[in-house]
């Protein structure tokens, strides 16, 4: 039996690159954390504490119009691979997966709904994070999504507010809306003439926040960074949500000012880092994880100077998450060594690159330095 | 990968230069970038609660009535807070109330709440008022903001609420 088969798009809906910017912006997501009265959250919470909750969530689903028809999946009951797989949808959490080595906490558990990109997780650092996550810039639409969740549960559970503090958190960081917007960039542009550190601080004195692939506490892997609100206390969700948005449209600029820099004052090597980037990924017999996001970064910067035309956004989105190892262990049917892992990643590559995006228009030497028009 | 430099420690900085039109990348480690004068890549920006709890503790004198005290419904004392960053139940927000307002305006530079208005199951004539109160704030802002899917939603949502 496949769980994936019950989520909608088996959760790879913001893979689509339909959204505004969808080659610069990757992804939007908001998350608020919802913690329930009377239970104690988080490294406090007891196994009758997290079950507890569980119970209380699942009697809500019933209930509740958005949520009714959807998949609740308990880790503790989920094979260890679908687990990872889950984790690098970025549909769960690391800390929902358990510790290394040891199974999941009784109680944990993640629900999709049947009919929006929205899910919820249940006891991980709060009781309930609702989760939104589509395709490009979509600030709004995804605040809109978790809301209307939001208020559904609100209507069946007694949540953890406080008129001062607004809702409870388990950590104070999140307290207040508990309200997570963030938007996954790719700013090789930004990067590639070293003005990403100034976009950056600049984004701190906005009370933004940047991360890694997979949020806190990960590390900026090709050229791909999230941005997100670090605030979440005194201003009001769309307040936040249309800050991050102006932020984030600012960013985009400057990068797209930086790619035609690197067009005009640097040209050739460009081309020539993009081509090879391509060449290796088009070719190479065993790649690394963190190789393959190095050269995938030079290729979608490529794709989007319509320097490489015929590829798609959307196959470079789904390289980055069927290359990841649990997916390829799901592909192969069997757990995979390290290096059998990178020599299935290649072929992945190899296979996407070469029944989805012909790029021979571009590849002609007679065409010199010029890329010609996307057809 | 490791430092191209001392071929010692693993490489943590991966700087790429343009220079005359040339771009050259070098894998260094922390140690050898500094030498040569550069700042760390970006890598994550983790927030610093622990640092900024620290700070809290050194800048003034906490409250020892609040920092003494132990939260009566899970038993977390401030001296666990203070090792995870990390409350333990709704109850805890009470029992640390007045050094956790402190912490709160050093984090989010301010300690009151501006979002969402929770209306809890069952609601009170005066938590009612609250919502509505709430909600027709947000209505205001989602017109001002030319936000208008929005504002239909919420105009929608307050007459449910209303009383006939």
């Known amino acids: 039996m496949n769980e994936f088969d019950a989520i909608p798009d088996h959760g790879l809906g913001w893979l689509e690159a339909s959204g505004e910017f969808a080659d610069i912006v990757l992804s939007t997501r908001v998350r608020i954390a919802r913690n329930l009265q009377g239970h104690a959250f988080g490294v406090r919470a007891r196994v009758n504490d997290r079950e507890a909750v569980l119970r209380h969530f699942r009697s ?48 944990t558990a993640v629900h999709f709904s049947a009919r929006e990109p929205v899910s919820v997780m249940v006891n991980e650092e709060d009781h309930l994070r609702v989760q939104s996550l589509v395709s490009g810039l979509r600030l ?21 507010y406080h008129h001062d503090f607004g809702f409870l958190t388990s950590c104070p960081t999140n307290v207040g809306t508990g309200m997570r917007a963030s938007v996954f960039m790719h700013l090789p542009g930004l990067v590639l003439t070293k003005e990403i550190a100034r976009a950056l601080r600049g984004l701190g004195e906005l009370g933004l926040t940047f991360r890694g692939l997979y949020g806190e506490g990960s590390e900026v892997v090709g050229n791909f ?5 670090q605030v979440t206390l005194g201003r009001s969700e769309e307040d936040l949500v249309d800050g991050l948005d102006r932020a984030v449209r600012m960013v985009i600029q400057k990068e797209l000012e930086a790619r035609q820099r690197l067009l005009r004052e640097a040209r050739g090597v460009t081309e020539d880092r993009i081509w090879r980037a391509y060449g290796t990924l088009r070719y190479a017999r065993s790649l690394g994880f963190e190789e393959l996001m190095a050269f995938l970064s030079g290729v979608r910067l490529g794709m989007s100077l319509q320097l490489l035309p015929g590829l798609r956004v959307y196959s470079l989105n789904k390289i980055m998450i069927f290359t990841q190892p649990a997916h390829l262990e799901q592909a192969a049917g069997r757990d995979l060594a390290p290096e059998e892992s990178d020599a299935h990643r290649a072929s992945y590559v190899r296979r996407v690159l070469a029944t989805e ?9 007679s065409h010199g330095e010029n890329a010609p028009e996307k057809p | 990968m490791i430092c191209e430099k001392c071929g010692a420690t693993g490489a943590v900085v991966h700087l790429t230069q343009i220079v005359d039109n040339q771009i050259s990348t070098y894998h260094l480690c922390e140690r050898c970038a500094a030498e040569k004068g550069l700042e760390s890549a970006p890598t994550a920006a983790d927030f610093p609660l622990m640092d900024v709890i620290a700070q809290m503790a050194e800048a003034s004198p906490p409250d020892t009535s609040v920092t003494g005290s132990e939260c009566a419904f899970c038993g977390l004392t401030w001296r666990d807070f203070r090792k995870t960053g990390r409350l333990g139940c709704p109850h805890c927000w009470e029992t640390f109330g007045g050094e956790i307002t402190r ?3 050093r984090i989010h530079g301010a300690a009151r709440h501006a979002g969402k208005v929770y209306l809890p199951p069952d609601p009170s004539a005066s938590e009612m008022e609250k919502r509505l109160d709430g909600l027709r704030l947000r209505l205001e802002r989602a017109v001002q903001s030319e936000d208008f899917e929005r504002a239909a939603e919420l105009r929608d949502q307050i007459r449910s609420l209303e009383p006939a």
Request: charged letters at 35%.
């Open chain 1, 225 to 229: 960074f999230q941005v997100s609100n």
């Open chain 2, 103 to 105: 912490l709160l305006r």
């Open chain 1, 60 to 107: 809500s689903v019933e209930r509740s119009d958005s949520l009714r028809g959807g998949r609740l999946l308990e880790m503790p009951n989920v094979s260890d691979r679908t687990r990872r797989i889950l984790h690098e949808r970025r549909l769960v959490t690391r800390d929902l997966l358990g510790e290394e080595g040891s199974a999941p906490l009784n109680g």
């Open chain 1, 140 to 160: 709004r639409e995804a605040w809109r999504i978790v809301d209307r969740l939001d208020d559904d549960l609100g209507r069946e559970l007694p949540f953890a």
């Open chain 1, 357 to 365: 995006g012909d790029v021979s228009a571009a590849d002609d030497p």
